[in-house]
């Protein structure tokens, strides 16, 4: 009998000591995990305001490639949703600011010279702003709405200039197939250019995939006309 309540005695003490032992364990990890969370939070809460004050200090029509592809790595963890969750609202403008980085970051490579047309015909740029939200208020408000204005305004006066364009094109070609430039017509023999618009001022000849190409160039009134031909044969005018 002794030596079963001695053993007992042993076994409880191990249980014990075994449970405690797991509730130490347990409470070390949560503290871990704890200083973990608190580590990364401060790190992004850094990361985000380092980006911010970046970008408070671009320049739209000079903006620093370096700058913004620094501001882009240092949001770029941003477009984990999940880590964005973690962080309890500590950065909430965190994904307009990684937005507005990237759309900085492409207007960057124009390297100053963006035109109405490049902005048209930059799907990344045109998709990154056109996803921004309207009626943003947050952080960086006072830059990002004009920024995304300006890029919507850029995109929709290149959509105007080239339905002008096409129509300019459509109306040249009407003018050219009637002969309303001096009787010349796309089709007419080079005989007929000098019969049109006199001696040219100056004739530029290329070679292109085995043709020949001409520009005749002539002044009238102080204005210029530009015909051009391939192989003899007119192929435009212009005024």
């Known amino acids: ?13 191990f249980i014990g000591g075994f449970k405690g032992y797991g ?82 970051n492409q207007v960057a490579s124009y390297r100053g010279h963006m035109t109405n047309k490049d902005v048209n015909t930059d799907r990344k740029l045109l998709s990154i702003v056109q996803d921004m939200p309207a009626g943003y208020e947050g952080k960086l408000s006072e830059k990002i709405v004009p920024f995304q204005r300006l890029i919507i305004a850029m995109n929709e006066e290149a959509e105007k200039e080239a339905k002008q364009d096409r129509e300019n094109a459509q109306k040249h070609a009407e003018n050219l197939s009637q002969g309303k430039y001096g009787g010349i017509r796309a089709g007419d023999g080079e005989d007929n250019i000098t019969a049109a618009f006199g001696e040219p001022a100056r004739v530029s000849e290329t070679r292109e995939n085995g043709q020949t190409l001409r520009q005749y160039v002539f002044n009238h009134n102080g204005k210029r006309i530009y015909v051009y031909t391939r192989d003899g044969i007119v192929t435009d005018v212009s005024m």
Request: negative net charge; hydrophobic residues 40%; contains cysteine.
């Open 1 to 13: 009998m002794t030596a079963i309540f001695v053993l007992l005695a042993l076994s409880a003490g």
């Open 23 to 104: 509730e130490m364990d347990s409470r070390t990890k949560t503290s871990t995990a704890s200083d973990f969370d608190r580590d990364q939070r401060e790190n992004m809460t850094q990361r985000y305001e380092q980006a911010a004050a970046i970008l408070s200090q671009l320049n739209f029509n000079h903006p620093d490639r370096e700058k913004t592809e620094e501001a882009v790595h240092l949001l770029q963890d941003f477009h984990d949703e999940k880590l964005v969750e973690n962080l309890d609202g500590a950065c909430p403008d965190a994904a307009m600011l990684l937005a507005y980085a990237e759309a900085m």
